[in-house]
């Protein structure tokens, strides 16, 4: 069994300003990380994942995320936000074996962007 | 043009009757699922398939059932609609060969049961 957890459901910051989303999840096997982003009316998009090898993950967007496998966590941070960052974003995890069907979401982090 | 795209975007229904949510994809991936969302409580997995004559049943199928018409159709089902099922549905498919491991969402449906 796994499980994600998203402590903080709402994360206000202003803009230009650095943001960490926190994410740790437990998990009894090996497992892949992702950080997926919502924007509003849309479907989820992959914003970054952790499969192997650099436990430091980056996106095209500024965003980053770090594998810590002693705190089992997954936190995505970014040095300066802006407006348009504004979204839904879910941490999820799923083993190494076994398809996407055994994939946990956590419960989401709004991240207001305040100008 | 969007890789998965969802029919209808919004629906409001009354409650006991049948509804359809349909999913396409142009991607070309075996593997489809069908998630709800409710706020605070993230992503859940309703049903999935592997090809065609592969379904399964995911976390929360009761009250859906599924049909898969072809590799790139994959139709949510309510055969009599609850309040409990308003909710944001996503279809997905999914990647597992040539080093991929990534998952692609449509837009979602928003339905309103009343």
């Known amino acids: 069994a796994q499980s994600v957890t998203q402590l903080d459901s709402q994360v206000p910051v202003f803009e230009e300003a650095p943001v960490e989303l926190r994410c740790n999840y437990s998990s009894s096997v090996s497992v892949y990380l992702f950080w997926y982003v919502q924007y509003p009316n849309q479907g989820l998009q992959l914003l970054l994942k952790?499969?192997?090898?650099?436990?430091l993950v980056e996106s095209i967007n500024g965003f980053e995320a770090e594998f810590n496998k002693s705190q089992t966590s997954f936190h995505l941070r970014k040095p300066s936000v802006h407006i348009s960052d504004t979204a839904e974003y879910f941490c999820?995890?799923?083993?190494?074996?076994?398809?996407?069907?055994?994939?946990?979401f956590g419960t989401g982090t709004k991240l207001q962007v305040i100008p | 043009d969007a890789d998965v795209t969802q029919t209808p975007r919004n629906r409001i229904t009354k409650t006991g009757k049948r509804i359809m949510l349909e999913c396409s994809q142009t991607k070309g991936h075996d593997r489809m699922y069908w998630y709800r969302q409710d706020p605070g409580l993230g992503l859940r997995l309703i049903y999935y398939?592997?090809?065609?004559?592969?379904?399964n049943k995911g976390e929360i199928s009761d009250g859906y059932s599924v049909s898969r018409q072809a590799q790139a159709k994959f139709s949510l089902s309510l055969e009599s609609a609850i309040p409990n099922q308003t909710a944001l549905y996503f279809c997905?498919?999914?990647?597992?060969?040539?080093?991929?491991?990534?998952?692609?969402f449509g837009p979602g449906t928003r339905l309103t049961v009343t």
């Open positions: 999820a995890v799923r083993p190494l074996s076994g398809g996407y069907q055994k994939v946990t």
């Open positions: 398939s592997f090809d065609v004559k592969d379904i």
């Open positions: 997905a498919t999914s990647a597992e060969t040539g080093g991929k491991y990534e998952q692609y």
């Open positions: 952790y499969l192997s090898g650099s436990t």
